[in-house]
């Protein structure tokens, strides 16, 4: 699977911004979809995944309520929706996948990554 994540920008707080992450590759059936993000100095954090197939979706609690995660099947594509950006957002924010398993929200199980796009939120 090829992921190629878009949509980073530097924003204000309290502004809104949508990333983008376009598949390619395989079919994405029993697949999830995640994203993570990583702050300079910190370690990648889970931030939110997909299911593929039936659209369950599972947050972070750090952005649960500000954050939404979808899917487009025609498109192959998977979007963050990010509300309310905070300056703690801030980071490089990956897409990436794997089959389907519990451990979605364990960075270091996923088996396909996107190069990366850059948040900036200033106060």
């Known amino acids: 699977v090829q992921l190629q994540a878009s949509g980073g920008g530097l924003v204000q707080a309290g502004d809104s911004l949508r990333l983008s992450c376009a598949a390619s590759?395989?079919?994405?059936?029993?697949?999830?979809m995640g994203w993570f993000r990583q702050a300079p100095g910190k370690e990648r954090e889970f931030v939110a995944a997909i299911k593929w197939t039936g659209g369950s979706t599972f947050y972070a609690d750090s952005v649960k309520g500000r954050f939404t995660i979808s899917r487009d099947d025609a498109k192959y594509a998977v979007y963050l929706q990010m509300n309310s950006l905070k300056p703690g957002d801030t980071a490089v924010y990956y897409c990436a996948a794997r089959a389907y398993s519990d451990s979605y929200y364990y960075a270091g199980s996923y088996d396909f990554w996107g190069q990366g796009t850059l948040v900036t939120v200033s106060s």
């Open positions: 590759g395989r079919t994405l059936s029993g697949y999830v």
